[in-house]
Structure formats: structure tokens, C-alpha cells
């Protein structure tokens, strides 16, 4: 998972984004879009890593995204969007952007998106159950997103907006080896 809550710029471009969706009447084809995005983004670590490193010139961003905005058979707004984002030296917040996007579509249909990481794939079921605690804790209807992490040993990590709920053997021990500082 990226940062706590999704960077201002992020926000503005994916509140952009959906405005001009709305405007089309094509929220929810541009929400398919950008998961295909992101798909792409969390299985290719190589296309990750191209399109965040500063060093390489946007033209040729612009260049691979535009290929795989063929391939992917996105909308000419998605395409045009990545293009803009591309030049202004924003791609590299892709991954916020997308997030902030499902947030706002999320919102507008009275639910809320749940990233979920954890150590190993979750199965259906689990899935679900997530899905009712968080139901019965929050009051409303969630879209979970999975996300596998191996360094989190075990336990759940799960981020709603800027809450984030975290009950992995990871930061378990992490707040053990600083009680332990503290009384050393």
C-alpha cells in the first residue's frame, strides 16, 4: 500500500478525471480502465519502475502508454488523461490517483473502498467476511481490494481513506522490539 491518504495532487487529478467522466456519463468505464491500470502496475514490477523513475523522459512514458492504452483497448479520455498526467510529471502518482478515483466513484454510489493486503492470497470466502465485519463496524457497503504482501508474515493490513487498521505479525513485532527499546 502507498501512503496513509492519497498526495493533494493526486486528488485533483483524479477529482479532474471524474468530473470529466461524469460529464460523459462514463464513471464506471473509466473505473474498468484504471483497474486494468492498476492490475498492470501491481503485476509488472518492470512497468511500475519505468513509469515512476524520474530519469526517463516523459515523451517516452507517453510513448509505452499510449502502446499499452492500444492493448488494453482503453477510452480515449483514459488515454488522453495519462497523456496529461504524463506531461505535467505526475504518472509516477498513478497508483494515488487510481485510488482516489475509486474512492470518488465509491462515494457517489454510497460505498467505500477497503485495501486489503495480506501475507498470503485471501480466499472468497475470507473475502467476504472481511467484507461483512467491516459492513457491520463502518455502516456501509465496501469494495475490497487484495493485495498480497509476504514481508507481512501473517494478519491483515486494511486502509479506508486515511484509517488504516492493522493487525499483521509484522507490526506486532515491531511494536514489541520498541517496548523493548524502551526498557533497555
Known amino acids: ?5 492519497h498526495s493533494a495532487s493526486a486528488s485533483r487529478y483524479a477529482n479532474a478525471l471524474f468530473q470529466l467522466a461524469k460529464e460523459a456519463k462514463v464513471l464506471d468505464s473509466i473505473s474498468v480502465d484504471l483497474d486494468k491500470i492498476m492490475e498492470l502496475l ?7 519502475s519505468f513509469i515512476k523513475n524520474p530519469s526517463i523522459k ?6 509505452l502508454l499510449d502502446i499499452i492504452s492500444d492493448k488494453l483497448e482503453l477510452s480515449k479520455l483514459t488515454k488522453d488523461f495519462l497523456g496529461v498526467v504524463t506531461k505535467k510529471g505526475r504518472i509516477s502518482n498513478l497508483e494515488d490517483i487510481i485510488k482516489s478515483y475509486r474512492d470518488l466513484l465509491a462515494d457517489f454510489n454510497g460505498i467505500k473502498n477497503a485495501y486489503v493486503a495480506s501475507a498470503k492470497a485471501l480466499s472468497e470466502i475470507q473475502v467476504k467476511s472481511i467484507k461483512q465485519k467491516l459492513k457491520e463496524k463502518f455502516n456501509s457497503e465496501f469494495i475490497i481490494h487484495t493485495q498480497t504482501d509476504e514481508s507481512l508474515i501473517a494478519g491483515l493490513k486494511v486502509q479506508i481513506g486515511s484509517q488504516m487498521i492493522d493487525s499483521t505479525i509484522k ?3 515491531n511494536a514489541l522490539k520498541a517496548k523493548m527499546k524502551e526498557v533497555a
Do not use: Q
Not at 501491481?42 to 511500475?48: C, I, P, S, V, Y
Open 42 to 48: 501491481l503485476e509488472h514490477n518492470e512497468f511500475a
Open 1 to 5: 500500500m502507498s501512503k496513509m491518504s
Open 58 to 63: 516523459n515523451f517516452n512514458k507517453i510513448s
Open 171 to 173: 507490526s506486532k513485532l
